[in-house]
């Protein structure tokens, strides 16, 4: 059977999400910069990133607060609202700080999804230091980033990651 499951897709997804993590840890470390958790949700993937870059600020996104109660972030790195907004509100404070940035926030809607993704692509570029890493739920159009190829162990186009040019 060749169609792919509800069940199929987010096991793909997660496994790419996983191994995009994994590989995005080594390509930052030892380089200096602040972190991006966009969309807390449950705070599974903000979990994973603070045990496995200990040291590192990381500054979570949403909307809303419903993580796991021990995946809650501390209050001065947590910001609360419309990413949109939020991230216009921090961007002298973050601008050029950011190293990696992950963001998890599709739907399963489409037209919320591109305007999400129309977002970001705006919004996140003037906070990466050159070099940066993003990795994306949903392809980004950037402009001054390249896409890279999906380590191994995860499937091209269930995760996006891209790097920020070094010289623009
Ligand atoms: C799929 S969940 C994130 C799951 C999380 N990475 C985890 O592992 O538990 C997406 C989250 O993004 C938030 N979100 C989506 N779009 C948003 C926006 N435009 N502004 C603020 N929060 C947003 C939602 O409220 C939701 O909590």
Known sequence: M??????DKLYFRLQAQHECLAWAFGAIDGKPGLVLE???GHGRTYDHMRRHLPGREIF???REVDCIADCRPPPERLIV?????TLAAQADRLARRIILAHADLGTYD???DDETASMLATRLPPL?????????????????AEPLPLP?????GRYFLYRR???T
């Open 152 to 156: 191994d162990g995860a499937q091209e």
């Open 2 to 7: 060749n169609v792919l499951t509800r069940l």
């Open 128 to 144: 990466l230091v050159p070099g940066a890493i993003v990795i994306s739920d949903l392809p980004l159009d950037f402009d001054d």
């Open 60 to 62: 979570v996104f949403d």
């Open 38 to 40: 966009l969309g807390l």
């Open 81 to 85: 609202g419309e990413i949109g907004k």
């Open 110 to 112: 489409r037209k919320r």
């Open 165 to 167: 040019r070094e010289c």
